[in-house]
């Protein structure tokens, strides 16, 4: 039925709509070099009408992008970057932040100062090796597009001065990335001791200052930055007033900037524009330390030249000195991209989901959508909105569905019906989205953390419990909405607008959606119009719980379902936390307890008690949850990042293609670098869960097989 471009073309599809990290021609079936870019443009389809993402990108001013993972947020830097270099006007540089913290794990890196190595703790210097690396990084994409300036479309350096000008213009960056230089801050460290000593000590010091002094100096200032992070261990001592710009110095950040500055006017160009990508992968400390060491000297002193373009999730950002209203930003979800109106959000989502399924499937298979969809029940039209509620506009989750498809539907010669879609929806969330509670219930991890996520997993249960009791309970009413059916859909539900942030975390793991704000209907001796969020269940947690999803028919009849009052699970979400958590005042003279919905507001108090006004609470468990994390961790054998390549192991197995699991394929798919897959995949060859073997047909080329131990040991942890 199919012919061979047209599986080989599907299979195109989905792969790179998973795609994660960094979207390259090469990726896309491509090559990587400048005359084969053009693919990124025409696989490119804009989130909004008229290229608005990219508009905002191209701008001239500082530009945050927020989006969930998966959202496309490496995409819309690509093309970005794509009209960058094709127009021909400016220079552009990308960073990844995560690959710079990835590689910071297994490289032998140096900061080439011997000072300051007797001075810091390991953790310190750490943190200055991660502002080289990512300055490395930085500059080697500068040096990278010259290059494939000079070989290929832009215009050719012909005179030699000039050639010779950059040339000496990139070693002495080079230099001065790889050889900071301590001597620069001793003005600084100077200036720190005059404010904390007494006149005669200040003159001893002065006196003495020394590459010691220095160093003593950038210590005491990694501690200030990390204490006002909220890294509590790392108490600040000796410095009343916080060094701003002592790492620009020791990292000489204004020459730097100054010598890019010359750059750009030897090559002809207007601005840089520099894209950092996964930013919130950064701990908050160390997104502190980038602002102070890079962002906040860039955005201060070359705003005019260099333009800074930074990717991150939502709610998990800091924003050093940028000033509002002198920096823009958008959030790509589609509840807060397209207006959060359900209605309109449907509308506006499905329109994206055809254009990039019409994209993709005739780019790749050279035909049309319906060549794959039976459309003799459904029309396309309903596919395309079925997909966007199944994938919530993420494409790398509609990739997933449509893998499943083509394993189960297409590779068989037959076309995908909205059962298909249905069952591709609940194999994913039961292989992907729902082993993320397995996953951490039974990896190693930080104590802390692992109490978290014991408490999102009651809340979801909790939740999905209540939506299945409604599902029965609800056609038993009076209520017009519900009266004439045999179950009520139950998918979605109300949470008050102060509770919300007790959601972010099952949100951020796709576990439920926002999808609509109301103004709920004024009820006796409460304050009315106050607006509520509407979630939904992930769609495949519906699929799997057999709880009904949407509303029983898109008419005018149903248009307030959602709406109706039993549908707020408000108190089930604070009874539920409640039962799991409280605040407690640690200090032995108070102990004043508070329930847990009230931790939004103690935290704007950094943790202060009403009662006692110390900066004393604390977040306790309850007994049963901190008991089970200990006892699990106890027996846990495997990190979480060991899992998850087990995990896409297995799925290389059960697939139908051939594909082979190479490191970098497999880095794509966990958004880590193929440096560190290789050198986690080691431990799980030496434990026999993995084989490593080299593909003949490519060079050589290393890749992975997952061992019947390792599937019995993955199937022994995860519930697939």
Partial sequence: MYSQEQREGFIRVYETLKLYKRITPKKLNGEESIDKQNIIKDLYVDLLPNKGIIRKLLSDETFILLGRRGTGKSTLFARAQYDIITQRKNLSAYVNAKSVVDDMKFQNNSLNIPDLEGVLESEQLGRLLLIKKFLNDLFESIVVELKREEQNLFEKITSRFRDNRIDSLIKRIEDKIENPDILNINSIVSKQTRETETTNKTKSAEAGATGSTSANGVKDALVKIYAKAGYKKEIASGLENESLNIFAKLFNVGDIISD???????????????????????????????????????????????????????????????????????????????????????????????????????????????????????????????????????????????????????????????????????????????????????????????????????????????????????????????????YAHSSHFQIRAELVSFLESLEFNGLVHKVSTIAPKSTKNKKANIDVFIYAFDYGLCQFNKILYGRPERTSRYSKYYQQRRFDLSETLINTLSSNKKIVCKNADCGAQYDINELPMIEQFDMMCRKCYQKTCEVDYDESITELVKENLKKAQFTKEELDILQVLEMYVVTSTNFKAYPLEIGQELDISYQLVSRIARGLIDSELVIRKEDKTNNNRPYYEITEKGKKTLSTILEI
């Fill in 260 to 486: 890019i500055k010359q750059l750009l006017d030897i090559t002809s160009r207007d601005k840089l524009y520099i894209f950092i990508d996964d930013f919130s992968e950064l701990t908050e400390g160390d997104m502190e330390l980038f602002y102070q060491t890079l962002l906040n000297p860039i955005y201060n002193s070359a705003r005019d030249e260099i333009v800074l373009k930074i990717a991150a999730y939502p709610g998990r950002i800091t924003y050093g000195e940028l000033e509002a209203g002198k920096y823009d930003s958008i959030q790509i979800d589609a509840f807060e991209l397209y207006g959060q109106n359900i209605v309109e959000i449907e509308r506006k989502s499905s329109d994206f989901i055809r254009r990039l399924i019409k994209n993709r499937i005739s780019f790749y298979c050279k035909t049309t959508p319906d060549t794959f969809f039976d459309t003799s029940e459904h029309s396309m039209e309903e596919y395309y909105l079925l997909l966007f509620e199944a994938s919530m506009n993420i494409p790398r989750t509609l990739g997933h569905i449509l893998s499943q498809c083509y394993d189960n539907v297409v590779s068989y010669d037959k076309k995908i019906t909205k059962s298909d879609i249905l069952n591709a929806v609940e194999m994913v969330y039961r292989k992907i989205t729902k082993t993320y509670f397995d996953k951490e219930h039974k990896s190693q991890g930080v104590y802390k953390e692992k109490l978290d996520v014991y408490t999102q997993h009651n809340l979801i249960e909790a939740l999905c419990e209540m939506a299945l009791e409604l599902k029965v309970e609800l056609p038993k009413t009076n209520n017009q909405h519900f009266s004439k059916l045999e």
